[in-house]
């Protein structure tokens, strides 16, 4: 290895460096707080760093770190307090029974964004940040989140409707209904 | 939550098909259906501009958690730290280290010179293209001046007049992969520069692409990337306020194309973008009959969030 381009700091900042910012959000927005998501994403690099000789060039590079940040998200969340249980949510029956388009707010702030979507449960915020912030295809997301592609597509379209639901409730929670002065968490449109 | 009863079986199959519409995941035949139902619905339509606005907040909310510079910083210096503790057990590498010390000794003198002259070189360009990228945050990403749902081209076209319309399709057809939502002719408050600003959406971001008079300025060339592109356009980058840029130069004008995504891949648009653009801006009579950005109707429009 010695004298092996691949290994050379530079090179690996190169190619490694562009995505920080991309993994950094995804780590904040996933993770319990700054802290940990710095952590976290210092470890990605690290790991990455002992394995850049094994990353071949002109691969996507961005999904290979996306996958090792998965990897150690999920080393540290068995640390902490208990995930909401998957299985309630991945009722087939559930997804096929109704079509719920809760209305959201007109104007919609980043904190009440950011709000509601830490009240999303981590498994569907996930994939709701990879498809629709990272723009992954269900197949990369599969791959990074090492599960099947129906389950990517059953939990996305979960984690979406969950999504609007909270910012629905935080918006109605300031007072704000829908055009025709309905609460936005009310009767159907 | 609210449940919708729907009158046609089509409504509802389109609704379970709009995420995977937003999401490109649909094969070509069933998205035509999809445009072509949405394009009769109204109720369809309007919950596409919901999930679309939805979409798009949640980026930008995402977009506002910054990483800390300290944490860059302090990533690198742990990569440097272990990389020196890799090689500091080599004797090979004590050898090389020794024969580039006699050879960084020999030619010191001359690549001390051309090392000043390149750092003044990229002073020189990053001060030139942190105009783009000041522009693209001041108007795209904090003014948020674009709509959610692409304006038609025909209103596009308007925005930017007769003087400037052709240069939309130049955009549209060299930047695949992105949708041109906005266009128009744009200032910074306080300063007399104008600019030629599309904001386009692609890759999950907002991209700029804007034109400006360079005003007799010159970028040094000896800091400039050859553009692969028969065009062999001088191409420059840098990475500016969390932003990473390319900029070209054409006759009379500087062009830059402004993200957040990796420099590589802005390079690589910009790569494809820079030759078309050149030639639409130096075609006719003279660039500075096609494009007087001195004689500019108005500034910027206001914020105009939906």
């Given amino acids: 290895m010695f004298f092996d381009p691949k290994v050379r700091v530079e090179d690996f900042e190169a190619a490694t460096m562009p995505h920080f910012p991309h993994l950094y959000r995804t780590a904040r927005l996933l993770a319990q707080d700054s802290a940990e998501a710095e952590d976290v994403v210092q470890e990605v690099y690290l790991q990455a760093w002992k394995s850049f000789h094994r990353f071949e060039a002109g691969t996507n590079c961005r999904a290979w770190l996306f996958k090792i940040l998965f990897h150690r998200l999920h080393h540290f969340r068995r640390h902490w307090a208990k995930a909401s249980k998957v299985e309630a949510f991945e009722n087939p029956e559930d997804q096929d029974s109704i079509i719920a388009e809760t209305p959201v707010p007109q104007e919609i702030r980043d904190e009440d964004m950011l709000k509601a979507l830490g009240r999303v449960p981590i498994e569907f915020r996930e994939v709701v940040l990879l498809a629709d912030v990272q723009d992954f295809s269900y197949k990369e997301i599969a791959e990074t989140m090492k599960v099947p592609l129906g389950t990517v597509m059953s939990r996305l379209s979960r984690g979406r409707k969950l999504l609007r639901q909270e910012l629905a409730g935080i918006a109605s929670s300031y007072g704000i209904t829908t055009e025709k002065g309905q609460p936005l968490t009310g009767e159907p449109a | ?306």
Avoid at chain 2, 74 to 80: A, D, G, K, N, V
Avoid at chain 2, 117 to 136: F, Q
């Fill in chain 2, 1 to 306: 939550m609210s449940v919708l009863n729907f009158d046609s079986k089509q409504c509802e199959w389109i609704r379970r098909n709009l995420d995977a519409y937003l999401g490109n995941e649909l094969l070509v035949e069933t998205t035509s259906d999809v445009l072509r139902h949405l394009e009769s619905c109204q109720a369809c339509s309007r919950e596409l501009e919901t999930r679309t606005r939805v979409r798009d907040a949640l980026r930008r909310a995402a977009a506002s958690q910054v990483p800390p510079e300290e944490l860059r910083q302090s990533i690198q210096h742990r990569l440097r730290e272990r990389q020196r503790g890799f090689l500091g057990g080599s004797r090979q590498l004590a050898w090389a280290v020794a024969l580039a010390g006699i050879v960084v000794v020999v030619l010191g003198g001359i690549a001390t010179q051309h090392w000043i002259g390149t750092l003044r070189g990229r002073r020189l360009v990053a001060s030139v293209l942190a105009l783009g990228v000041s522009d693209h945050l001041q108007c795209a990403i904090k003014g948020h001046n674009y709509p959610n749902i692409a304006n038609p081209p025909e209103v596009l076209r308007k925005k930017l007049g007769p003087q400037y319309a052709g240069l939309l399709a130049v955009v549209q057809q060299n930047l695949p992969g992105f949708e041109v939502l906005e266009a128009h002719i744009c200032s910074i408050p306080g300063s007399p520069r104008k600019y030629i600003h599309f904001i386009t959406r692609g890759r999950g971001t907002i991209l700029s692409v804007i034109l400006t008079r360079s005003e007799g300025e010159q970028l040094p060339r000896e800091v400039a990337h050859r553009s692969e592109t028969p065009g062999r356009v001088n191409l420059y980058e840098a990475h500016l306020e969390g932003m990473n840029v390319a900029g070209f130069e054409s006759k009379g004008y500087f062009g830059f194309v402004v993200s957040d995504l990796s420099q590589d891949t802005t390079m690589q648009i910009a790569n494809a973008l820079a030759p078309p653009l050149m030639t639409a801006l130096e075609a006719g009579p003279g660039s500075t009959a096609r494009l007087d950005l001195g004689a500019v109707p108005r500034a910027c429009p206001p914020p105009a969030r939906t």
